[in-house]
């Protein structure tokens, strides 16, 4: 599985961005996946930010919780993250992560950066 993401870029503080992850398709299944994005701040380790499972239950890190919202469109093998009134903290690298525990996998999109500038 190869995930893609894009989206990311330089806002001003309590601007919006939208993230996008695509996965290719492949014989695994998109919608049996749990996805999630994760952060990296430089100097820090990698963190999540948010999970969508393929039920669709959602979570959120505590520092982004009714900023960002984690969403999914498993026809377009693709998952989402809506970040709103963005503050400078949030600048890190986001990856998507495409995971099924129980098959042993866990795969890891190429990063894409967010700036926010105060």
């Known amino acids: 599985v190869q995930l893609q993401a894009f989206g990311g870029g330089l806002v001003q503080a309590g601007g919006s961005l939208r993230l996008s992850c695509a996965a290719s398709?492949?014989?695994?299944?998109?919608?049996?996946?749990?996805m999630g994005w994760y952060r990296q701040a430089p100097g820090k380790q990698r963190v999540m930010v948010a999970s969508?499972?393929?039920?669709?239950?959602?979570t959120y890190a505590e520092s982004v919780k009714g900023r960002f919202s984690v969403s999914r469109d498993n026809a377009q093998n693709t998952v989402y993250l809506e970040m709103n009134m963005l503050k400078p903290e949030d600048t890190a690298v986001y990856y998507c992560?495409?995971?099924?525990?129980?098959?042993?996998?866990?795969?890891w999109g190429q990063g894409t950066q967010v700036t926010v500038s105060s």
């Open positions: 398709r492949s014989r695994y299944s998109f919608s049996g996946a749990t």
């Open positions: 992560n495409y995971k099924r525990v129980h098959l042993g996998m866990d795969y």
């Open positions: 969508i499972v393929p039920g669709g239950t959602t």
